[in-house]
Each structure stands twice: as structure tokens, then as C-alpha cells.
Nanobody, 126 residues
């Protein structure tokens, strides 16, 4: 089992940037793909970005492609989400999650992730 703790959320103005961090403890982070998800008020949790165990492959949802960048530092057991060009529709609780596998592929879903952080709030003001 892995424990995940997100940080870096907060309030930012439209067009601003934030970098989220996800610190892991427990099992070896470097063996598993990692993902960021988000849940806006009244909506289902959706995938934002994923990264393979070695960082070679990434996936982004269409809504964040070109604005967000996922990365990882396995030595530090940390995964990052750099968010640029934020807008009000990015307001949500952001969750870090550890996959049960090592690769990123089309069709990855929430059910493929077995460990979750507690979430960090990102609020974008107009």
C-alpha cells in the first residue's frame, strides 16, 4: 500500500499558475503509473493526467492538454502537476492516485488506481 499526500492547492486568478505536488510513502513509487484526477462541485471525478512508471509516457485530458504538465521524480517519491493558464472551469478538488500497473494507455480509468490522496482544493477566480 502507498500513502499519498497532495499539496500546492490554493486560490489563483484566472490565467494564473499553480504547481501541485504528491508525496508518496510506503511501497516503491517508481514501479507504478501515477495520475491526477479532479472533482468539481456537483460533478463526477475525472482524470486529468497520467504518467508511466518511468515518466516516458504521459496522458492528458483534452480539457487540460497544452496547459498542464505532469512529471515525476522517483528518487523523491513525488509526482507533480504544473498547471498554467488556469481558468474558472479548473476549479475542483485535485486528487493524486497510484495505479495498479506501470504503464499509461488509452482507456485508463479511476478503477485502475488503487491508492488515493485526500485531495487539495484549487480555486480559480474570475
Amino acid at each position: 500500500q502507498v500513502q499519498l499526500v497532495e499539496s500546492g492547492g490554493g486560490l489563483v486568478q484566472d490565467g494564473g499558475s499553480l504547481r501541485l505536488s504528491c508525496a508518496a510513502s510506503g511501497r516503491t513509487l517508481g514501479r507504478y503509473a501515477m495520475g491526477w484526477f479532479r472533482q468539481a462541485p456537483g460533478k463526477e471525478r475525472t482524470i486529468v493526467a497520467c504518467i508511466s512508471y518511468n515518466g516516458a509516457t504521459t496522458y492528458y485530458s483534452d480539457s487540460v492538454k497544452g496547459r498542464f504538465t505532469i512529471s515525476r521524480d522517483n528518487a523523491k517519491k513525488t509526482v507533480y502537476l504544473q498547471m498554467n493558464g488556469l481558468n474558472t472551469e479548473d476549479t475542483a478538488v485535485y486528487y493524486c492516485a497510484s495505479s495498479r500497473g506501470s504503464l499509461v494507455y488509452s482507456g485508463l480509468s479511476e478503477s485502475d488506481f488503487g491508492s488515493w490522496g485526500q485531495g487539495t482544493q484549487v480555486t480559480v477566480s474570475a
